[in-house]
């Protein structure tokens, strides 16, 4: 069983930070990408950031320069700090990964459940 865990949202005032983290626990042989969407309602779910397993990122062009997503030093992890937030910004954020089990000879693509980020004054 794999499952992603997010933490980190909440409600902040525009120009503020918040740090998403994202964990991926259960029987796992290798993730290749992690990463974070958003969603808001009435939209599509939108990519924010990802990163490869080499390091490579990716950003959204709406979040370059503000957002950095990185890897933590506790295995299987990743973070995307939030910096100089904008009420556009408020989104439901979920954390993606595609991940091989142990079990599998191929990977699957996983969701956490979303956690709630509103930038508001």
């Known amino acids: 069983q794999v499952q992603l865990v997010e933490s980190g949202g909440g409600l902040v005032q525009p120009g503020g930070s918040l740090r998403l983290s994202c964990a991926a626990s259960?029987?796992?042989?290798?993730?290749?990408?992690m990463g974070w969407y958003r969603q808001v309602p009435g939209k599509q779910r939108e990519l924010v950031a990802h990163?490869?397993?080499?390091?490579?990122?990716n950003y959204a062009d709406s979040v370059k320069g503000r957002f950095t997503i990185s890897k933590g030093n506790a295995k299987n992890t990743v973070y995307l700090q939030m910096s100089s937030l904008k009420p556009d910004d408020t989104a439901v954020y979920y954390c993606?990964?595609?991940?091989?089990?142990?079990?599998?000879?191929?990977?699957?693509?996983?969701w956490g459940q979303g956690t709630q980020v509103t930038v508001s004054s």
């Open positions: 993606n990964a595609n991940i091989r089990p142990t079990t599998f000879m191929r990977e699957y693509t996983f």
């Open positions: 259960g029987s796992i042989f290798s993730i290749n990408v």
């Open positions: 990163i490869i397993n080499d390091g490579t990122t």
